[in-house]
Nanobody
Framework: QVQLVESGGGLVQAGGSLRLSCAAS????????MGWFRRAPGKEREFVAA????????YSGECAKGRFTIFRDNARNTLYLQMNSLKPEDTAIYYC?????????????????WGQGTQVTVSS
């Protein structure tokens, strides 16, 4: 099992920045892809970004391009999402997830492990 715990969410003004963290434990991650998804109230879960743990290759959803950056700290087994130029439409619960490196990065069904989420609220 892999356990994932998100943190770093909060309330921020439009145009501001947040850095989300996902602390992972329970397994080695050399064969994993880890990602961020988000879910706004009444909407489907949306892919934000993913990273292959070993090689660092990244994938970005349309909502993340130009504004969000995914990266990891191997020594800390921690995944991050740096979010800049935040907009009110970024308001959502953000979830960290882990799955196989050969899965489709943007497909939530390919991820086996999920955190509980951290709330991001962007005010206008």
């Amino acid at each position: 099992q892999v356990q994932l715990v998100e943190s770093g969410g909060g309330l921020v003004q439009a145009g501001g920045s947040l850095r989300l963290s996902c602390a992972a434990s329970g397994r080695a991650f050399s064969g994993y892809r880890m990602g961020w998804f988000r879910r706004a109230p009444g909407k489907e879960r949306e892919f934000v970004a993913a990273i292959n743990w070993s090689e660092g290759r990244t994938y970005s959803g349309e909502c993340a391009k130009g504004r969000f950056t995914i990266f990891r700290d191997n020594a800390r087994n921690t995944l991050y999402l740096q979010m800049n130029s935040l907009k009110p439409e970024d308001t959502a619960i953000y979830y960290c997830a882990a799955g196989g490196v050969f899965s489709r990065p943007a497909a939530d069904v390919e991820y086996d492990y999920w955190g509980q989420g951290t709330q991001v609220t962007v005010s206008s």
